[in-house]
């Protein structure tokens, strides 16, 4: 992302950027920011633009607006998002090669495979940006900002309780910022509290929380996790399979850490925000791999139990945590 605020400074933008990766929202501000670049504020700026996606697609015309020369502007602006080329790859590639420096094209899509020949041409002609999980430091600093927009602060603390525990991508912090700050409207600052009587915290969250309370026997907060789950209509069947898929998580983690990786480095590999992987290393200081093996076992036990009829989802929910909870 310094790359393209650089070309933006030096006013000298590329041929082809490519911006991918599950943070939407830096996607968008980048394409926001080379547009504003490439174009302009004018009234002329929407005349040098053309956009495309997969339903509308059409490589021809595309290719007669990529040649067509600006109109009292210094670029033209194309943007393809999540666009396939398909038998139009190398004609495509062609096109980069021979268009006028005049033209920009900008290319958005979730994922990207690196070893096909548009990728390589784009790193070649142009620049790749991976827009993907941002820093923990970095999604904190997020949440700061989205509340001064609205003339809040908050706490260091509270904006990583914010971040952790709402979680998603940036849209979905900026939209529960949003909500947060018309919540404490009238008063300068939001509080932990706003953030638990407004937010939707996600579901693994609650599993998290379930799982730590479990680990050291509060059987009373467990049930109470449970009830709140319930009360949100989260299906049982649904919770008890995070719940084993997350004592699943802990224990591969226990094996890498146990082989004296660091979190940094069990994060790379497993392909796990650094954050997430310090949170469930705190969960494995109340767990051993005994307790971790009969967590899933007792769960598999149980859904097996709830799909042959001999018990009802929430009934067994509320059975299996509680026999957890005495462990």
């Keep these: 992302m310094k790359t393209i605020v650089e070309d933006i400074k030096n006013q000298a933008l590329r041929k082809i950027y490519l911006l991918y990766g599950s943070e939407t929202y830096l996607i968008k501000y980048c394409v926001k920011l080379l547009k504003k670049a490439a174009l302009g504020t004018d009234e002329n700026a929407d005349m040098n633009f053309d956009a495309y996606?997969?339903?509308?697609?059409?490589?021809?015309?595309?290719?007669?607006?990529?040649?067509?020369?600006?109109?009292?502007?210094?670029?033209?602006?194309?943007?393809?998002?999540?666009?396939?080329?398909?038998?139009?790859?190398?004609?495509?590639?062609?096109?980069?090669?021979?268009?006028?420096?005049?033209?920009?094209?900008?290319?958005?899509?979730?994922?990207?495979?690196?070893?096909?020949?548009?990728?390589?041409?784009?790193?070649?002609?142009?620049?790749?940006?991976?827009?993907?999980?941002?820093?923990?430091?970095?999604?904190?600093?997020?949440?700061?900002?989205?509340?001064?927009?609205?003339?809040?602060?908050?706490?260091?603390?509270?904006?990583?309780?914010?971040?952790?525990?709402?979680?998603?991508?940036?849209?979905n912090l900026m939209n529960e910022a949003d909500k947060v700050a018309s919540y404490a409207e009238g008063r300068d600052r939001v509080t932990r509290s706003d953030i638990d009587e407004v937010c939707i915290m996600q579901t693994e969250?609650?599993?998290?929380?379930?799982?730590?309370?479990?680990?050291?026997?509060?059987?009373?907060?467990?049930?109470?996790?449970?009830?709140?789950?319930?009360?949100?209509?989260?299906?049982?069947?649904?919770?008890?399979?995070?719940?084993?898929?997350?004592?699943?998580?802990?224990?591969?983690?226990m094996e890498l850490k146990n082989k004296g990786l660091s979190a940094a480095t069990i994060a790379a590999e497993t392909k796990t925000p650094d954050w997430l992987v310090k949170k469930r290393l705190g969960l494995l200081r109340g767990l051993d791999s005994k307790k971790i093996k009969h967590a899933v076992e007792l769960i598999g036990g149980t859904e097996q139990n709830i799909k042959a009829g001999d018990i009802d989802m929430q009934t067994g929910l509320e059975i299996m945590l509680a026999d957890l909870s005495c462990v």
């Design 53 to 171: 996606n997969e339903q509308n697609f059409d490589f021809k015309a595309f290719a007669d607006s990529a040649g067509t020369i600006p109109f009292l502007a210094p670029y033209r602006l194309l943007l393809l998002e999540g666009c396939k080329f398909g038998d139009d790859t190398d004609a495509f590639i062609s096109l980069l090669e021979e268009m006028p420096s005049t033209t920009v094209i900008i290319m958005t899509d979730k994922t990207v495979d690196k070893k096909t020949k548009i990728y390589k041409a784009v790193a070649k002609l142009g620049y790749v940006c991976d827009l993907s999980e941002i820093t923990d430091r970095n999604r904190v600093d997020f949440v700061v900002k989205e509340f001064q927009k609205y003339g809040k602060s908050v706490s260091g603390p509270d904006a990583e309780y914010f971040a952790e525990n709402v979680g998603g991508d940036l849209f």
């Design 205 to 253: 969250n609650r599993i998290f929380d379930l799982i730590g309370e479990i680990s050291v026997g509060h059987g009373e907060k467990v049930m109470g996790i449970c009830a709140d789950l319930m009360y949100l209509k989260e299906n049982p069947m649904k919770i008890l399979r995070l719940l084993a898929n997350e004592y699943l998580r802990l224990a591969t983690l």
